[in-house]
């Protein structure tokens, strides 16, 4: 299987799905990991906080303990839209790497730039059967994140945590009250599902054949 693993920003894909990807790495499936943004990041006053290079430099480690092969959009941070740019780009993807299977933000989320991408992985796989919507952030937003599908991450929350943790440029408190959050959740997951950890989706479509 050829699983393609969308998000907007470096390490959206390790918080929503890495333990899913971690399973298909198990299984011997192809794992691609797109990321739309460049993921530096300037504040108010255009100051740079977080460094393309280093942020990339992450991302490159963290796929590669989770066994995929990283493809970087090249957008600017906080400026990526559903436009032809990054519809092309995935279209391109997902045709090239005969893509079977994408994980991608769920629409509902309450990121901008994650809702683009969200709507750009819908139409770049409008020929793809199988597509599951992941949350990779704990805010609220007016279309709430319940998960109807849930993948056993058992034995492979530890490799996740360590692929979250790679990211220098998430530090501190956080950073910590991030992966706590991430690890409640998978645990809640597992609990209602009868095993140790378990991540949680919202599926989008899904083709049995």
């Not at 799905?17 to 993921?39: E, M, N, P, W, Y």
């Not at 990121?111 to 020929?127: C, F, K, L, P």
Request: aromatic share 10%.
């Amino acid at each position: 299987m050829n699983v393609l693993a969308v998000g907007s920003h470096f390490n959206n894909i390790e918080i929503g799905c890495g333990g899913a990807l971690l399973r298909h790495r198990q299984k011997g499936d192809r794992i691609i990991l797109f990321v739309a943004a460049t993921s530096g990041f300037l504040n108010s006053e255009r100051k740079e906080v977080r460094k393309d290079e280093t942020v990339f430099r992450n991302a490159q480690a963290a796929a590669e303990l989770i066994g995929g092969k990283l493809v970087c959009g090249g957008f600017e941070t906080l400026r990526v839209e559903f436009e032809d740019g990054l519809n092309a780009k995935l279209v391109h993807l997902v045709e090239k790497e005969k893509i079977d299977l994408i994980y991608t933000h769920f629409a509902g989320d309450i990121q901008h730039d994650h809702r683009a991408v969200a709507r750009a992985a819908a139409h770049a796989g409008r020929h793809v059967p199988r597509m599951l919507g992941y949350r990779c952030t704990w805010y609220q937003s007016e279309t709430p994140f319940v998960p109807n599908f849930f993948v056993d991450i058992s034995g492979l929350w530890e490799k996740k945590e360590e692929a979250m943790r790679v990211y220098e440029s998430d530090s501190g408190r956080v950073k910590e009250e991030k992966i706590a959050y991430f690890k409640n959740d998978a645990e809640n997951n597992g609990r209602q599902n009868g095993v140790s950890y378990a991540e949680g989706f919202q599926v989008i479509k899904w083709l049995e054949r």
